[in-house]
Structures are given as structure tokens and as C-alpha cells.
């Protein structure tokens, strides 16, 4: 189903509204470094993040790039997935966090991942999007930001 560019923009921005409230309401200390969002991904970082996410992630997520076989419940990084729908800062908070849903396998990375490396592996994800998937993304993290700010 594809919406018109206004309503996917107020579909965005609520859902990243309510994340934050659920997020915050969940006492979730998330990443700490907001000068690493909203991330732009760079060559070397998407890179680093292909290796790290091979690593770490294509076993239950699949490949951004190619798909593949997923694990129940795994969303797809790739841009018919949800995980664009999502700020920078939330979603590296759920890597290194866990995800802060009663029963979800999501595990946390924070002993095995710094946070850098977890903004390399968002880069590798968000440099397989589609321009216009990648420019909404990084739009709503900015809005996010911008939030967290005030």
C-alpha cells in the first residue's frame, strides 16, 4: 500500500511519537551520544557496518540488500520492512538495549557492541534503502533530535 507524501509524513511522525513515549515510559537509556544522529552514512561506515551486521545480525534479520530467510518475528532491514519507520536513536537504543516489549527475542548487543559500531551497522542498513526511503528516515530521526533537544 503506498500513501501520498503528506500522509506518510504524519504516518512518520506519530510513530516516532509514540516511540519516544513508550520508549520513555520504559525508563530506557537508549545511546547517549546525540552527535552521532541523525546518522548520514558514509562509504567507510557502511562498510564496517556489512561486516559487523554479518557478524551480528544477518542470522535473524537476512540481508538488507538481498533478503533471505528471516527468523520469526526479525523485521527485514530492508525498505519494505518497518525499520525505517523508526529514529537513529531508537533503534540504536534497541541494538545495544534489547527491545523494551515483554517477550521480544530481540537481544541486547551492549556488551558486545560499542555504540559506534551499532551507528556503522544502521549506516550499512540505511545505505541499502532507496534514496527516498533513506531521506524519510533520516528526516524523522532530525525531527526526533530536534525533540529530544527541547
Not at 92 to 113: I, K, T, Y
Not at 118 to 142: F, H, N
Request: with cysteine.
Amino acid at each position: 500500500m503506498t500513501f501520498p507524501a503528506r500522509q506518510r509524513a504524519s504516518i512518520l511522525l506519530l510513530t516516532l511519537l509514540a516511540l519516544a513515549l513508550s520508549l520513555a515510559a520504559c525508563g530506557g537509556s537508549g545511546p547517549a551520544s546525540g552527535a552521532l544522529y541523525p546518522i548520514e552514512p558514509t562509504a567507510a561506515q557502511a562498510e564496517a557496518g556489512r561486516v559487523l551486521y554479518e557478524a551480528n545480525c544477518i542470522a535473524c534479520h537476512a540481508s538488507p540488500e538481498s533478503g533471505g530467510e528471516r527468523t520469526l518475528g526479525a523485521p527485514a532491514h530492508d525498505a519494505t520492512g518497518h525499520t525505517w519507520h523508526h529514529a537513529d536513536r531508537l533503534l540504536a537504543g534497541w541494538v545495544l538495549d534489547g527491545l523494551p516489549v515483554q517477550g521480544s527475542a530481540m537481544p541486547a548487543f551492549r556488551e558486545l557492541l560499542t555504540e559506534q559500531e551499532v551507528v556503522d551497522i544502521l549506516a550499512y542498513i540505511k545505505s541499502a534503502w532507496p534514496a527516498d526511503v533513506r531521506a524519510w528516515q533520516t528526516e524523522g530521526s532530525a525531527l526526533y533530535e530536534e525533540q529530544l533537544a527541547e
